[in-house]
């Protein structure tokens, strides 16, 4: 196991959750995908490592392109306005897409996302989350076909997961010190 980032008070997932994680993720999708070829939607920043290991782990013929869209700034919390600051270059029409994100929380921003993509027309549409936090009494705006791993209610980093455009390099998921964040 990597030594642990001073920042972080505990792991939440090992190396090797992590890669058990994505390799069942990635023999499910290929199961459900064979002969459909499909699109995989990384939603930047966040979802590009869990997006590139999902890829090796889907065995059959796929696609890749990627989103960028905001609605934390360097906050903790959602501002709720979401902006695309990177558009796909692949048309979806007629595609099977799936969106690959590194956590579901509120699932608001994945909604919208969802939505955007729906309007054209892809084929089909699912989530692929790799993490989804369980808040107490609530329920996300989407529900992922492909679920990783459940987290605590807590602010986590590691495995693409940031704050402030820190710690996405950790090769494990963690929860944050507090007060690395109320500084």
């Given at each position: 196991m990597a030594e642990v980032h001073p920042d972080v008070e505990s792991v939440v997932l090992s190396e090797e959750d992590i890669?058990?994680?994505?390799?069942?993720?990635?023999?499910?999708?290929?199961?459900?995908?064979?002969?459909?070829?499909?699109?995989?939607?990384?939603?930047?920043r966040g979802a590009f490592v869990f997006t590139a290991d999902l890829m090796r782990a889907i065995?059959?013929?796929?696609?890749?392109?990627?989103?960028?869209?905001s609605s934390y700034g360097d906050g903790i919390k959602s501002s709720g306005v979401v902006r695309i600051v990177k558009d796909l270059d692949t048309k979806v029409e007629g595609r099977h897409v799936i969106v690959a994100e590194d956590i579901l929380d509120s699932g608001l921003t994945l909604s919208y996302l969802v939505k955007l993509l729906r309007s054209r027309k892809p084929a089909s549409i699912e989530i692929a989350a790799f993490s989804v936090k369980d808040i107490?009494?609530?329920?996300?705006?989407?529900?992922?076909?492909?679920?990783?791993?459940h987290v605590p209610d807590a602010f986590v980093v590691g495995y693409g997961l940031d704050y402030a455009e820190r710690y996405r390099n950790l090769p494990y998921v963690g929860i944050l010190k507090s007060e690395v964040y109320s500084r």
């Amino acid at each position: 196991m990597a030594e642990v980032h001073p920042d972080v008070e505990s792991v939440v997932l090992s190396e090797e959750d992590i890669r058990l994680i994505v390799s069942s993720m990635g023999r499910r999708i290929s199961e459900d995908y064979a002969d459909k070829n499909p699109l995989i939607v990384a939603v930047l920043r966040g979802a590009f490592v869990f997006t590139a290991d999902l890829m090796r782990a889907i065995t059959v013929p796929c696609s890749v392109d990627f989103m960028a869209v905001s609605s934390y700034g360097d906050g903790i919390k959602s501002s709720g306005v979401v902006r695309i600051v990177k558009d796909l270059d692949t048309k979806v029409e007629g595609r099977h897409v799936i969106v690959a994100e590194d956590i579901l929380d509120s699932g608001l921003t994945l909604s919208y996302l969802v939505k955007l993509l729906r309007s054209r027309k892809p084929a089909s549409i699912e989530i692929a989350a790799f993490s989804v936090k369980d808040i107490p009494n609530h329920a996300p705006a989407v529900t992922p076909r492909y679920v990783g791993a459940h987290v605590p209610d807590a602010f986590v980093v590691g495995y693409g997961l940031d704050y402030a455009e820190r710690y996405r390099n950790l090769p494990y998921v963690g929860i944050l010190k507090s007060e690395v964040y109320s500084r």
